[in-house]
């Protein structure tokens, strides 16, 4: 493994993300490789320093990352003299500029690359990290390192771009030349040359210099040009946080993809299939060619339905609170347990991200004149309760439905105890436990889930199925795992539950079974 530490010698991290309105943390790979970069150029560096950060941009996959947890400072803009504008302080207009900045409750943080750097490649990596001075604004300073080899460093941002919780930039083969022409180097030492020749010479020689200065800088003294990174990663925290030991998985993957709404118009939970079905589509259509396995398609080869878990894609009602009024704030897909992350990758890579440059995507959903969707993965630090992970997955021994669950076959008639047969055969045929109490309901415990028949009847498989849908409040012995979807619609948003506190309880208490 090759290591690089930085240590934040003030503390403080100033550096501004996309947005330039939110501090950049964990560091991006990309920019730490370019302060690297600034310190090689503005040193002359040796041919030994180049060949280490030609080694490093080659580096596949992108590093990880471990960074300790940093908080937010207050966000103040302030205003500034521009440096375009002489004739005094008093003469240059002031502009507007913010200082995003966080601050890591450690100060080091470290780089993570797979691969043990050749010896000479380390010795150019100790040269170089010796000159980083700062990583963002000036302010920023660092102290930069090659850790040793035999240290133990374990990250907890891994790369991944299917279940990214945000997105960094990072570097590709090429990168060190393009940040060179950006740099512009030569031309502003060959203009600061002649430039200087220019101020002692006289007569034909002056002339000379001019008319050599004139030839090759005909805009004036060239100078440097802000460097862009074009390459993107996806990074997800590394799920090697301490389980609840008594905990229970479910059938799919706790790490959900989130896709927020961006634009369109406003819907309830009532659209729920045409979303799904939107979102299916268009995962099926993106799916490079012959990656649309059983587990994305939910048929086997001889287009049956599957008997094994496969991808569910469910809504993200705003339910649950005083003023709730379940409108969809976005959508999610749920990942069976248990796949390859290299097939994971391939199926539905194409539909959340860039292949080239990894960027996130903006993902098109619409049905015909009715609506028209933009959505994006959800990367906010801090985003909604609705849009974060956490409130769909638990853990949590009581939970509810959100959508009403669609009953596999018809209960008998004055059998109330019916019900709560057919629904422990649900959690059973969704490879759940089986609930120790069960209450049932028209109406969701969740306010602004609303009642189950404002939801359209669940008629996919055909007409003759089971359209009998209820609200449902199950209580497990042990916590389990979310995301939890239950019931014949399941895989297309009906059934989805959510884990609940005695807080979130509507006064209305649900029938028991």
């Known amino acids: ?181 950006a740099f512009n180097g030569k031309a502003i030492e060959q203009y600061f040359l002649l430039s200087e020749a220019l101020e002692t010479a006289k007569g034909r020689e002056k002339s000379s210099l001019k008319k050599d200065i004139a030839e090759k800088f005909p805009h004036g003294q060239p100078e440097s040009r802000h460097p862009q990174l074009s390459q993107w990663q996806g990074y997800a925290r590394s799920s090697n946080r301490e389980a609840n030991e008594d905990a229970i998985s479910g059938p799919f993957d706790e790490r959900i993809v989130i896709l927020a709404k961006d634009d369109g118009r406003v819907l309830g939970l009532e659209s729920t299939l045409q979303l799904t079905g939107a979102l299916r589509n268009a995962a099926m259509k993106a799916a490079l060619e012959g990656h649309s396995p059983e587990w994305l398609t939910g048929h086997d080869s001889d287009g049956n339905p599957s008997r094994n878990p496969h991808m569910a894609f469910f809504p993200l009602p705003f339910v649950g609170a005083d003023y709730a009024d379940g409108h969809v704030m976005g959508l999610a897909l749920a990942i069976p347990r248990g796949l390859q992350a290299s097939d994971i990758r391939n199926v539905i890579g194409p539909l959340l991200f860039n292949q080239e440059s990894g960027a996130p995507s903006n993902i098109h959903l619409w049905n015909r004149d009715l609506w028209d969707w933009r959505l994006q993965r959800e990367m906010r630090e801090r985003p909604p309760l609705t849009l974060s992970a956490k409130t769909w997955i638990g853990p949590g021994r009581v939970w509810a439905s959100v959508t009403p669950v669609v009953l596999h076959h018809y209960p008998k008639r004055n059998r109330e105890e019916d019900v709560e047969r057919i629904v422990r055969e649900a959690f059973r045929s969704a490879l759940l436990p089986e609930p120790e109490r069960i209450s049932t309901s028209p109406v969701s415990v969740f306010k602004g889930a609303g009642h189950a028949r404002s939801m359209p009847e669940f008629t996919e498989g055909g007409q003759n199925l089971c359209r009998y849908q209820t609200h449902l409040k199950v209580e497990f012995s042990n916590p389990v795992v979310g995301p939890i979807l239950v019931g014949r619609g399941r895989f297309r948003g009906y059934g989805l539950f959510r884990p609940i506190s005695w807080r979130e309880e509507a006064s209305r208490e649900p029938h028991s079974a």
């Open 1 to 181: 493994m090759t290591a690089l530490g930085i240590r934040y010698l003030t503390g403080n991290v100033v550096a501004s993300d996309a947005t330039r309105e939110k501090p950049e943390w964990p560091p991006h790979p990309g920019r730490v490789f370019m302060a690297m970069a600034a310190a090689y150029f503005e040193t002359k560096g040796t041919s030994q320093e180049r060949a280490a950060l030609e080694w490093l941009e080659r580096q596949r996959p992108a590093p990880a990352i471990l960074a300790p947890e940093a908080y937010r400072r207050s966000f103040v803009e302030t205003y500034v003299p521009v440096n375009d504008k002489h004739g005094g302080i008093v003469a240059r207009t002031r502009q507007a500029r913010a200082f995003p900045t966080a601050r890591p409750i450690r100060d080091s943080a470290f780089l993570l690359w797979k691969p043990d750097a050749p010896p000479d490649i380390r010795l150019g990596l100790e040269q170089i990290c010796e000159k980083v001075t700062r990583i963002g604004h000036s302010s920023t300073l660092v102290q930069m390192w090659l850790a040793e080899e035999s240290i133990d460093l374990t990250a907890n941002w891994v790369p991944e771009n299917v279940v990214a919780e945000q997105t960094m930039r990072v570097v590709e083969s090429g990168t060190l030349r393009q940040l060179e022409r």
